[in-house]
């Protein structure tokens, strides 16, 4: 009898060894895809940033006017330079 109860308890005991090296194996692969997800979190943060610096830079009226002078040839419109249609009546 006593023969039985120690080889049930030790089939235990090595069924609960092999779950805990199981469940740490989790954690560690859970650890390490949480820090991967960390880092590629950070690096979005900063890209969002520079997308943001871009944003405010490019959309600015000073540069909007520049490029269009220096690219379109566009100029700003005079009083001198505008047409003005009139309707004749009948």
Do not use: D, F, I, P
């Given at each position: 009898m006593s023969g039985r109860i120690n080889s049930v308890i030790?089939?235990?005991?090595?069924?609960?060894?092999?779950?805990?090296?199981?469940?740490?194996?989790?954690?560690?692969?859970?650890?390490?895809?949480l820090g991967r997800a960390q880092s590629q979190a950070k690096l979005l943060n900063v890209q969002w940033a520079q997308l943001q610096l871009d944003q405010s830079t490019l959309g600015k009226h000073a540069r909007i006017e520049l490029a269009a002078r220096r690219d379109l040839k566009m100029v700003p419109l005079t009083p001198a330079s505008t047409q003005y249609l009139t309707v004749e009546g009948k």
């Open positions: 030790t089939a235990v005991l090595v069924v609960c060894a092999l779950s805990l090296v199981n469940a740490q194996y989790h954690a560690r692969r859970l650890y390490v895809e």
